[in-house]
């Protein structure tokens, strides 16, 4: 798992409020044809949770066939508090699936040994690796390095969303312990430092509006051009804080809609559309980067 991933939104018809699937190819296309390694669906910025069995189908079959006509990887999102669900979920997204990006059980925050075990047991189930996604501002369950190392361990997983909110001891042991090539950076403002620790990639929901600029910071790093790679951080660190400066995907699904990318901004409830001016924040960083 190397270079930038594009986390999707999932665009909806103003009229309607069905899945736009047209938007969603040539979000998909701008992504890859920009220089996104992959693609990722029905993830956080998906609103995956607010979408339909058939809307989620949707999503996926639209994904896949851009995958394929590129020629690159498609992660979709799966997983939800109990094993069983997840078992559930992962089998019906695997068949379209390259990987599956598993959420580290939320809410109930089982113990360490039990996150290993859900992770193990959802692996047996499919014929996909897993990317366990490890977010613990959202899910509650904090998971230290030792017990990141066990998951990224497993045969069945290759590669880990490491999303701590912040280069913490636990993400710095992690990446020292050698197993940066499995690491793929969740938290878009910190892809560039990661990168620099030894991470091999991020996932990016930024990278959606930006992709060309994620793909340019990713190379210049590999190739050695610590001095690019910053500018260009520090360039689209305005963009980043401006999408997020306001609940995702709400932001960022303007911005698209703004420069043509989809077709309109709506979100689901309970999520509301953003304020005018912090769209027009992040387009106006989004310009000069």
Request: hydrophobic share 45%; with cysteine; glycine share 8%.
């Amino acid at each position: 798992m190397r270079g930038i991933y594009a986390s999707l939104v999932t665009p909806f018809s103003s009229h309607s409020g069905e899945v736009d699937a047209k938007s969603l190819e040539r979000l998909a296309v701008h992504c890859l044809e920009n220089g996104a390694e992959g693609l990722v669906a029905l993830g956080t910025t998906g609103e995956a949770a607010l979408l339909g069995a058939a809307e989620q189908r949707t999503v996926l079959e639209v994904c896949r066939a851009v995958s394929i006509t590129y020629g690159t990887p498609l992660i979709v999102g799966a997983g939800t508090m109990g094993t069983e669900d997840s078992i559930r979920q992962a089998r019906e997204r695997a068949p379209l699936a390259d990987a599956l990006l598993v959420v580290v059980p939320y809410y109930l925050r089982p113990s360490d040994d039990a996150v290993v075990d859900h992770f193990a047991a959802v692996a047996a189930a499919v014929d996909v690796p897993l990317i366990p996604y490890n977010i613990p501002y959202r899910t509650g369950k904090q998971l230290g390095a030792d017990t990141l190392l066990k998951i990224l361990a497993l045969d069945c997983v290759t590669g880990v969303k490491q999303c701590a909110g912040a280069i913490d001891a636990d993400t710095i042991a992690l990446l020292a312990a050698g197993a940066g090539q499995g690491i793929l950076c969740g938290d878009d403002m910190y892809i560039y430092p990661m990168l620099q620790l030894g991470a091999s990639g991020g996932v990016a929901a930024s990278a959606c509006l930006a992709p060309a600029a994620y793909a340019a910071m990713d190379r210049a790093v590999r190739h050695g051009d610590a001095a690019r790679g910053l500018a260009i951080h520090n360039a689209l660190l305005p963009m980043v804080e401006a999408l997020f400066g306001e609940p995702s995907p709400s932001v960022l699904k303007a911005c698209l809609a703004e420069e043509g990318l989809i077709d309109s901004p709506a979100v689901r409830a309970p999520l509301h559309a953003p304020r005018s001016e912090s769209v027009t924040a992040a387009l106006r960083a989004f310009r000069v980067v």
